[in-house]
């Protein structure tokens, strides 16, 4: 901008002028700064809280979030460790043992007390309580018993359901088809064996010692077994001798003493030796 002239009639109106000229061209470059930069000031701090809400609702969804996830575990270790307890309680539960017992009447007339034992819903023959005048011996699987009356030579299964059959042979019939009754041979001849001892072989058959098929006074006794369901009576091969006592099942079969001699019967009615 020209400088006026000091010898000009209009100086200072001239100078005037240009003092206001320079003042505007120096004033609205600084309101226009200013405005600016309030206006981007008001920008940024909107945007900071703008970033500092985000940030706030941020970590109020991580905090409802570890809470979520701080309950949910703890409701995890509750569930387990309750269900760790139902366990334990189950495991005590099923430990225990109990003892009971039932009643079975004989033929003979005696009454007979069988122990056994339940634990985890499960039950297996102990033993038998009063065991005078009888002989008994408990199946493989202690699911049954056997048991022989003394004074009758009868036979009965039980089995752990309190269930009981008599598998007695109470007839033999010779090869010329002539019966013979066991009540009426053991009332002529008392000492006479027609059924003592009885031995599991396996779950379905029992062995036994008898002097069938011959009904003279030998005294020679036989291996005769019986098949629980079919209740079908037969005779162990030719074995034969004046003593025979059955010990332990092995793999071989029935472990069976025969005047010394060992052999082995098996549940087919075949023996081994």
Excluded at 175 to 190: D, G, M, R, T, Y
């Amino acid at each position: 901008m020209k400088k006026p002239s000091m010898f000009s009639k209009h100086y200072e109106k001239e100078k005037k002028k240009r003092r206001k000229i320079i003042l505007i061209v120096i004033i609205i470059p600084i309101i226009g700064l200013s405005i600016f930069l309030t206006t981007d000031f008001k920008g940024l701090l909107n945007k900071g809280i703008n970033m500092k809400n985000s940030m706030s609702l941020n970590k109020s969804k991580d905090k409802e979030k570890n809470t979520a996830e701080t309950q949910n575990k703890s409701e995890e270790v509750t569930k387990q460790t309750n269900a760790d307890k139902l366990k334990a309680l189950q495991a005590k539960s099923d430990a225990k043992v109990k003892n009971e017992t039932f009643i079975v009447s004989l033929s003979d007339g005696q009454k007979i007390s069988i122990q056994y034992t339940v634990k985890a819903a499960k039950k297996t023959i102990k033993g038998i309580l009063n065991s005078k005048d009888i002989a008994y011996d408990i199946s493989p699987s202690k699911k049954a018993v056997v048991i022989e009356s003394k004074k009758n030579q009868d036979l009965l299964y039980v089995d752990v359901n309190k269930v009981s059959k008599d598998i007695t042979k109470k007839v033999y019939k010779s090869s010329k088809n002539k019966p013979f009754s066991k009540a009426n041979k053991l009332e002529i001849s008392p000492s006479y064996v027609w059924s003592i001892t009885p031995k599991f072989i396996n779950e379905d058959n029992i062995a036994y010692v008898s002097e069938l098929p011959w009904m003279n006074e030998k005294a020679i006794q036989y291996i005769w077994k019986v098949n629980i369901k079919t209740n079908t009576h037969m005779q162990v091969q030719s074995i034969s001798g004046k003593t025979i006592t059955f010990k332990n099942i092995t793999s071989k079969g029935l472990g069976t003493m025969v005047d010394g001699n060992t052999v082995y019967v098996m549940a087919l009615g075949e023996t081994l030796k």
